[in-house]
C-alpha cells in the first residue's frame, strides 16, 4: 500500500472513531435579534412564537459536494459525490439522521477523498502559503496557516483549543507516515497536509450540522450564535457553508445583534441564490429535481428547466403564493410548445410565455410524468400526491384488510366501466374506503385531462372513452381543471402548507400543525398582505426573523 493509501486510511479510521461524538466544544456569541421590522401587528405575531427543537443532522450528498467545492473554490464533478450515507426522506425533504454516519459509510467515502485532496493541496484558494525551503519549521508553520484557515471555514466556528491540537497531530502523523515512502520535503510536506486537511473533511464538525447546548445539562430556550444562525442561513438558501460575506457578518457579531443585517444577509441570498434555492427547496417539494440529470436537449430536461425557472420568477418577483399554482405565465421552447399543443413560434431557447392553462405546479410536464406510471395515469396517486404536497395531507396506504377488502371491489367492477366509474366503486365500498377517496378522488380526476407525459387530452388513447373530469372539491362543483386549480390556490390549507413545507425543509424538524406552536407559526407566516395571501418571498422573510428560526429549544422534542 502507497503512503498515501496509509494516509486515507489514518485519517479514515480516525474520522471514524470521532462520528459518534455527539457534542463539539464551542464558545460563542449568544445575542438576540431584535423586532423583526414589519407591521407591529404582523411583528408581535412573530415575537410571539416559541422556539423548536436544535439540529442535529448529518449533511445530504449534494450538501457535502456543494461545501467541498466552496472551501477549494472549485466545482466538483459529480461523479465525486461520493456513497457518503444514505439520503432518505423527511416529510418530503433530504435528510440524513445523526445515526446514519455510521464507519463504513465514512470507509466508503476514502476513494474519493483520495481524488478530492489532489484538488484541495493543489487550490489557491486552500495554498495561502508556500514553504519554499526543505527545513521542518517552516513547512510546519505554513501547515498549520492552511490547516486552521481551512477548519475555520469548515466548521463555521472558532476552533477549540483541543481541535487545533488534534490536526497539528493530525498533520504530524501524516508526515511521518510520508517519510516511511518519500525523501523530497515538498512532497512530505503535501502528504502531511492530506492527512490533516482529509481528517478535517470526515470529522463529524464538517459532516454534521449540531446546534450544540453551552452546557451538557442546559435544557432551556437559547438565542443561536452568529455562526450557528451564519450556518442556518447558508444552508437554507445555498444548500452549502456562508460565503465570504456572510460569514463576515457572523465574525463580527452584527448578524445576531442588528436585525437589520439578518433581514439583509437573507434578501441578498434571496436574491442572489434564488436559482439554487428553487432548484433545491422545490425541486424537493415538488419532485421535479429528478428530470435534473436529463441528458440537454431531451423534453425532461426541457421540463425540468420550465418548472425551476417559473417558481424562481415567483420567488424572485414576490408574487402571491398563489402563483406557484397559477403563475399566468410559463417558460417554453420549441419541443415542449409542441408537446403541449401551443401556437407559436419558438427556437430551442426557452422563453418566458404570458399563458393561462401552463406554468403551474400542476400544469407542469415535469409534475404531471411523474405522478404517472409510463403507462397510464392513476387518478388515486395524483390526488394522493397533491394532498400530501400542497394539502399536507398525508393519506396513509391500506392496510392488509383494507387491501383484500380492494382487491374484492376491484375485482367486481365491470371490465368496461369508465375510471369514474371506478373510483364510485371504491368510494362506496364503505366507510374506510370513502374517508380517503373523497380526498384523492376529485383532484385526481381534475388532473385527468393531462396524460402521462402532461400533454392535455379529450380520450383515453387505448379505450377511445371520453375523459371525465367533473367532480367537486370540499362541496364545490368543477367541471374543468382550470376550475379546480383555481380552488386550490384560494384554498387556506394550500397557504398553510407552503409555509410548512418552507419551514421543514429550513430547519429540518418536523411540524405539527395542529399543535398550537406551530399552528400559530402557520398563522404568523401566512399573514395577509394587503388582504392579499403573502408571497413565499415574504414568507421566507418572516420565518429567517422569527424565533422559530433565531432559536433553538434544547428540551424540545425533534
Known amino acids: 500500500m502507497s503512503s498515501r493509501r496509509h494516509i486515507l486510511l489514518l485519517l479514515t479510521l480516525a474520522a471514524s472513531a470521532a462520528a459518534g461524538c455527539n457534542e463539539v466544544a464551542d464558545s460563542l456569541l449568544k445575542n438576540r435579534t431584535g423586532p423583526n421590522g414589519e407591521d407591529p401587528a404582523v411583528a408581535a405575531l412573530g415575537e410571539a412564537l416559541t422556539a423548536g427543537p436544535a439540529m442535529t443532522r448529518n449533511l445530504s450528498n449534494r450538501e457535502y459536494l456543494n461545501a467541498v467545492s466552496d472551501l477549494i473554490g472549485e466545482r466538483l464533478p459529480l461523479d465525486l459525490q461520493?456513497?457518503?450515507?444514505?439520503?432518505?426522506?423527511?416529510?418530503?425533504?433530504?435528510?440524513?439522521?445523526?445515526?446514519?454516519?455510521?464507519?463504513?459509510?465514512?470507509?466508503?467515502?476514502?476513494?474519493?477523498?483520495?481524488?478530492?485532496?489532489?484538488?484541495?493541496?493543489?487550490?489557491?484558494?486552500?495554498?495561502?502559503?508556500?514553504?519554499?525551503?526543505?527545513?521542518?519549521?517552516?513547512?510546519?508553520?505554513?501547515?498549520?496557516?492552511?490547516?486552521?484557515?481551512?477548519?475555520?471555514?469548515?466548521?463555521?466556528?472558532?476552533?477549540?483549543?483541543?481541535?487545533?491540537?488534534?490536526?497539528?497531530?493530525?498533520?504530524?502523523?501524516?508526515?511521518?507516515?510520508?517519510?516511511?515512502?518519500?525523501?523530497?520535503?515538498?512532497?512530505?510536506?503535501?502528504?502531511?497536509?492530506?492527512?490533516?486537511?482529509?481528517?478535517?473533511?470526515?470529522?463529524?464538525?464538517?459532516?454534521?450540522?449540531?446546534?450544540?447546548?453551552?452546557?451538557?445539562?442546559?435544557?432551556?430556550?437559547?438565542?443561536?450564535?452568529?455562526?450557528?444562525?451564519?450556518?442556518?442561513?447558508?444552508?437554507?438558501?445555498?444548500?452549502?457553508?456562508?460565503?465570504?460575506?456572510?460569514?463576515?457578518?457572523?465574525?463580527?457579531?452584527?448578524?445576531?445583534?442588528?436585525?437589520?443585517?439578518?433581514?439583509?444577509?437573507?434578501?441578498?441570498?434571496?436574491?442572489?441564490?434564488?436559482?439554487?434555492?428553487?432548484?433545491?427547496?422545490?425541486?424537493?417539494?415538488?419532485?421535479?429535481?429528478?428530470?435534473?440529470?436529463?441528458?440537454?436537449?431531451?423534453?425532461?430536461?426541457?421540463?425540468?428547466?420550465?418548472?425551476?425557472?417559473?417558481?424562481?420568477?415567483?420567488?424572485?418577483?414576490?408574487?402571491?403564493?398563489?402563483?406557484?399554482?397559477?403563475?399566468?405565465?410559463?417558460?417554453?421552447?420549441?419541443?415542449?410548445?409542441?408537446?403541449?399543443?401551443?401556437?407559436?413560434?419558438?427556437?430551442?431557447?426557452?422563453?418566458?410565455?404570458?399563458?393561462?392553462?401552463?406554468?403551474?405546479?400542476?400544469?407542469?410536464?415535469?409534475w404531471l410524468s411523474l405522478s404517472s406510471s409510463p403507462l397510464k395515469t392513476s387518478p388515486i396517486h395524483r390526488g394522493r400526491l397533491v394532498q400530501d404536497r400542497l394539502l399536507c395531507k398525508v393519506i396513509p396506504p391500506p392496510d392488509s384488510a383494507l387491501f383484500e377488502q380492494i382487491k374484492k371491489v376491484s375485482e367486481s367492477i365491470p371490465a368496461n366501466a369508465s375510471v369514474k366509474e371506478r373510483l364510485e366503486s371504491h368510494r362506496n365500498a364503505g366507510a374506510a374506503c370513502a374517508g380517503c377517496h373523497e380526498y384523492m378522488d376529485p383532484i385526481g380526476l381534475g388532473l385527468e385531462g393531462f396524460d402521462m407525459s402532461g400533454r392535455l387530452r379529450n380520450a383515453y388513447a387505448d379505450t377511445g372513452r371520453p375523459v371525465e373530469t367533473e367532480s367537486n372539491l370540499l362541496g364545490r362543483p368543477f367541471s374543468r381543471f382550470s376550475e379546480l386549480n383555481s380552488m386550490v390556490a384560494e384554498l387556506p390549507d394550500y397557504h398553510r402548507c407552503a409555509a410548512e413545507k418552507l419551514t421543514v425543509y429550513s430547519t429540518r424538524r418536523i411540524i405539527d400543525a395542529g399543535s398550537k406552536p406551530d399552528g400559530d407559526l402557520l398563522t404568523y407566516l401566512t399573514h395577509p398582505v394587503d388582504a392579499k395571501p403573502p408571497s413565499l418571498r415574504t414568507m421566507i422573510t418572516r420565518l429567517v426573523m422569527s424565533k422559530t428560526f433565531r432559536q433553538v429549544n434544547h428540551g424540545a422534542a425533534k
Open 82 to 366: 461520493s456513497a457518503w450515507t444514505a439520503t432518505t426522506q423527511f416529510s418530503g425533504f433530504d435528510a440524513v439522521p445523526w445515526s446514519n454516519l455510521d464507519t463504513k459509510a465514512v470507509r466508503d467515502l476514502s476513494e474519493t477523498l483520495e481524488s478530492i485532496l489532489d484538488r484541495t493541496v493543489a487550490s489557491p484558494k486552500v495554498m495561502t502559503c508556500s514553504a519554499t525551503t526543505a527545513e521542518q519549521v517552516p513547512y510546519e508553520a505554513c501547515a498549520k496557516t492552511v490547516v486552521e484557515s481551512f477548519a475555520l471555514r469548515a466548521y463555521g466556528r472558532p476552533l477549540a483549543p483541543a481541535e487545533t491540537q488534534a490536526l497539528a497531530q493530525r498533520y504530524t502523523d501524516g508526515v511521518t507516515l510520508a517519510q516511511d515512502a518519500l525523501t523530497e520535503p515538498k512532497a512530505i510536506f503535501l502528504d502531511g497536509l492530506r492527512a490533516a486537511l482529509g481528517s478535517v473533511l470526515l470529522a463529524p464538525q464538517f459532516v454534521t450540522r449540531i446546534e450544540s447546548p453551552p452546557t451538557p445539562d442546559f435544557t432551556g430556550v437559547r438565542d443561536l450564535d452568529s455562526y450557528e444562525l451564519a450556518s442556518r442561513l447558508a444552508f437554507m438558501f445555498t444548500g452549502s457553508i456562508p460565503d465570504d460575506e456572510l460569514w463576515s457578518k457572523a465574525m463580527d457579531g452584527t448578524l445576531v445583534s442588528n436585525p437589520d443585517v439578518l433581514r439583509a444577509q437573507a434578501e441578498r441570498l434571496l436574491d442572489t441564490k434564488t436559482d439554487v434555492f428553487v432548484q433545491s427547496f422545490m425541486g424537493q417539494w415538488f419532485d421535479f429535481r429528478a428530470f435534473g440529470s436529463a441528458a440537454p436537449g431531451t423534453l425532461e430536461h426541457s421540463m425540468y428547466n420550465e418548472s425551476w425557472r417559473v417558481l424562481a420568477d415567483v420567488v424572485r418577483e414576490g408574487l402571491p403564493v398563489t402563483a406557484v399554482v397559477q403563475p399566468g405565465f410559463t417558460y417554453l421552447n420549441q419541443d415542449l410548445a409542441k408537446h403541449y399543443n401551443v401556437v407559436g413560434s419558438f427556437s430551442n431557447e426557452l422563453t418566458r410565455v404570458a399563458i393561462d392553462e401552463r406554468g403551474g405546479v400542476l400544469q407542469q410536464g415535469s
